[in-house]
């Protein structure tokens, strides 16, 4: 059930961006590329059949400025809101550590209160419920010990609970955007980016790292073929 709920927030998470991006690129818009590259070569066609025009020069001229913005424009927001998944992605680390912290507090309480039932099953609904919390931003996998505890691992076999001890996520590297596990001495002992799947936090990663990537390598190639083109026409004489 924590894992379908897992990949039930993933894919709620990719849903929503990818509506922001829909939104960048509406092909419905007066400002989208498709519409704005079909009024440039219009404005070729124009030339064409007047090539000493200043009009249509006018027209054409602004038309190139105004696709060179909008390229520059959409590679900016896209790397706007990459920035924004980073942002999110920290306010969930916090919110996991917070959580795991939590966890290993029941842990202590729970096994110093075993005797009494009542207490000891309050207290696995708290943890319970915490466990299904952490879910929401991470794929975990939970282990309960002999003694009560719960131990909580996630990707790489990397573990945030253990007893009544908890280990934290960081944002580090180079860019400051990788998943850091951190030892119990704050010491980075594994970047976990790569290998969480699930959650929100999963949901973020492959948005931010894949498909949002594709899309700025996708425009990038689209600017750089319509230099081709501009450049192809000048030099057949038009323009």
Known sequence: ???????????????????VLEGMFNENSESSISTMLSE??????????????????IALYEHSIL?????????????????DLTNAMNAGINEINQITSELAQ?????????????????????????????????????FEQSNGSLSIITAK????????????????????DRIIWESDSGVIAGDLTDNITQGKLGGWLEMRDEIIEKYKLDLNAMAKEFIWSVNQQHSQGVG
């Open 40 to 57: 440039f070569w219009n404005s070729w066609h124009d030339i064409a059949n007047n090539p000493s025009g200043s009009p249509e020069r």
């Open 157 to 176: 076999g990397c573990v945030l609970v253990n007893g009544n001890d908890s280990y934290n996520l960081v944002l580090g590297g180079t860019d400051g």
């Open 1 to 19: 059930l924590r894992e379908r709920k897992s990949d039930m927030l993933n894919s709620q998470e990719l849903e929503n961006y990818m509506q």
């Open 106 to 142: 029941v842990n202590s309480q729970l096994v110093g209160m075993e005797t009494g039932i009542s207490i000891a099953n309050d207290l696995r609904d708290k943890r319970n419920t915490l466990t299904s919390e952490l879910g929401q931003y991470i794929d975990v996998k939970g």
């Open 67 to 83: 696709i060179s913005d909008q390229f520059d424009t959409l590679n900016t927001d896209l790397t706007q809101l990459q920035t």
